[in-house]
């Protein structure tokens, strides 16, 4: 059964939060990547927001992550999260985020049910422990190279495999 990339959000959750695509980063996440990255959101490519809504339905900006093709691949960067929307949740919306695998593992897995169909694999590049912690229990795995990561989610040659890694580890850090 084919599954829509909103049911990767365990149904309780769904009460308070959403993760969904948008078109304009700069206008919801503009802020928050300035302060985890020190420059605006990139322009192009897919723009993936999670939004919580607190007690009084306001929404609020709880993470943000940066998909974009490259090819037959997915690139995936620019993730972080809102740590104030954090410490403004209620303890038991936080606690059961936390329970479910964080914002970061919940926008992971809507991002890889939404573009599967897209492309052949997703990378991302990754130096920081709890960062990969997240991602390894998303599906990422080792690429081989130095902070390189994939996530296979489908069947590939491994060939075909090789040749992916090679060509998205040529790009570098990104």
């Not at 993760?19 to 302060?35: K, N, P, V, Y």
């Not at 479910?100 to 926008?107: E, F, Q």
Request: proline residues 4%; hydrophobic residues 45%.
């Amino acid at each position: 059964m084919q599954h829509t990339a909103i049911e990767t959000i365990p149904p309780e959750l769904r009460r308070f939060l959403t993760i969904t695509e948008i078109d304009d980063a700069d206008f919801i996440a503009g802020a928050l990547f300035q302060r985890k990255f020190g420059t605006p959101p990139p322009e192009l490519g897919h723009h993936i927001v999670a939004l919580y809504r607190d007690a009084d339905a306001r929404l609020q900006l709880a993470g943000y992550s940066h998909m974009w093709a490259f090819g037959d691949v997915y690139l995936s960067g620019g993730s972080c999260s809102n740590g104030e929307t954090i410490r403004t949740m209620a303890s038991a919306h936080r606690e059961a985020i936390q329970a479910a695998g964080g914002i970061w593992y919940l926008i992971l897995k809507y991002a890889f049910a939404r573009y599967a169909d897209h492309c052949d694999a997703f990378f991302g590049h990754c130096g920081d422990r709890r960062a990969l912690e997240v991602a390894t229990a998303a599906g990422f795995v080792s690429a081989g190279h130095e902070h390189l990561i994939a996530h296979w989610h489908k069947p590939l040659h491994e060939n075909i495999r090789r040749a992916l890694v090679a060509k998205v580890h040529a790009l570098g850090p990104f």
